[in-house]
């Protein structure tokens, strides 16, 4: 109600090693779970927009009990878009059934993106019967940018030492896998498990770091998002700091950049795993922008 209809609701599963060992809870395959909370929250909202009983029953939620004190009046955008946050192709598949966009892993390039994350889309949709031309992919990549060459040269130590920690991670390795490095997943988490944490930036080789990250100064940065990203994803978002007047005209001039002249794109099609007829755009957040 606050933000008149431009909200959107992005839910993500978080992996097995941090449900079980850092919130000290069981961990179930999140697909199935998600597909059940999709529908729980939208069932939920539907009976409160519209003064109806609550009666949604899945594996995981059984729910009848709406009490009045605790029960919002309808509100004039009840229509709220739902994106899951998604690397792996079933959860990309849940997407596809019950939600409105994706939120690609920040270590999702744009070939993992076009070539497994959106077929996946597409054969979930299917299963539900949905038609995915309005679907989002909403994508905050990994990028290092600086308004200098020598202030970025910073910025590239913490960006390879950030792609360092993610190939660890084993819920990742299917976007790594996909560009021949499974074997460097494997080794990364190695390392991790032995708490060999300094010496994982030095296996990100520059080949490794520019397949992963887009890098360069202001003034290229705007050109080197769009080269790789349009006609894959639908909006991009992005966090750089912004400690003056200056700075923010320059970012101003960036989105700007980044959001004019949208081209056509294939997107996949519910029927079959290649593409179809659709359009994608640079979107700025409903809103405002980062």
């Known amino acids: 109600k606050l933000s008149d209809g431009r909200f959107t609701l992005g839910l993500g599963t978080q992996v097995r090693g941090h449900i079980r060992r850092r919130y000290g809870m069981n961990w179930s395959p999140p697909g199935p779970w998600m597909r059940d909370y999709v529908g729980a929250v939208r069932a939920i909202w539907h009976a409160w927009q519209h003064a109806e009983p609550l009666n949604y029953e899945s594996e995981h939620y059984q729910l009848s009990l709406l009490v009045?004190?605790?029960?919002?009046?309808?509100i004039a955008h009840p229509d709220i878009p739902v994106h899951?946050?998604?690397?792996?192709?079933?959860?990309?598949?849940?997407?596809?059934e019950v939600a409105d966009g994706v939120r690609p892993h920040p270590v999702c390039t744009s070939?993992?993106?076009s070539e497994v994350m959106l077929p996946a889309v597409a054969k979930g949709a299917a299963r539900a019967g949905r038609s995915v031309e309005h679907f989002q992919v909403a994508h905050k990549p990994l990028i290092a940018t600086a308004p200098t060459p020598e202030m970025l040269e910073e910025r590239v130590r913490d960006v390879?030492?950030?792609v360092a920690f993610y190939v660890s991670t084993p819920a990742y390795r299917a976007a790594f896998s996909h560009h021949g490095l499974g074997e460097l997943a494997d080794e990364m988490a190695t390392l991790s498990r032995q708490q060999r944490w300094e010496e994982m930036p030095g296996l990100i080789t520059d080949d490794i770091l520019h397949t992963f990250a887009t890098?360069?100064?202001?003034?290229e940065i705007g050109d080197l998002l769009r080269e790789r990203y349009e006609g894959v994803v639908?909006?991009?978002?992005f966090s750089i700091a912004v400690k003056t007047q200056a700075d923010a005209e320059v970012m101003t001039k960036l989105i700007d950049q980044?959001?004019?002249?949208?081209?056509?794109?294939?997107?996949?099609?519910?029927?079959?795993?290649?593409?179809?007829?659709g359009r994608g755009r640079w979107s700025q957040p409903r809103g405002g922008h980062k």
């Open 111 to 113: 070939s993992y993106i």
């Open 258 to 277: 980044l959001s004019s002249s949208p081209s056509p794109v294939e997107r996949a099609d519910p029927a079959t795993s290649g593409p179809a007829q």
């Open 215 to 219: 890098v360069g100064t202001w003034d």
């Open 234 to 237: 639908t909006s991009l978002e």
């Open 84 to 96: 899951l946050a998604a690397i792996n192709p079933n959860l990309c598949a849940v997407a596809g």
């Open 160 to 162: 390879r030492a950030r």
């Open 68 to 74: 009045p004190l605790f029960t919002p009046a309808p």
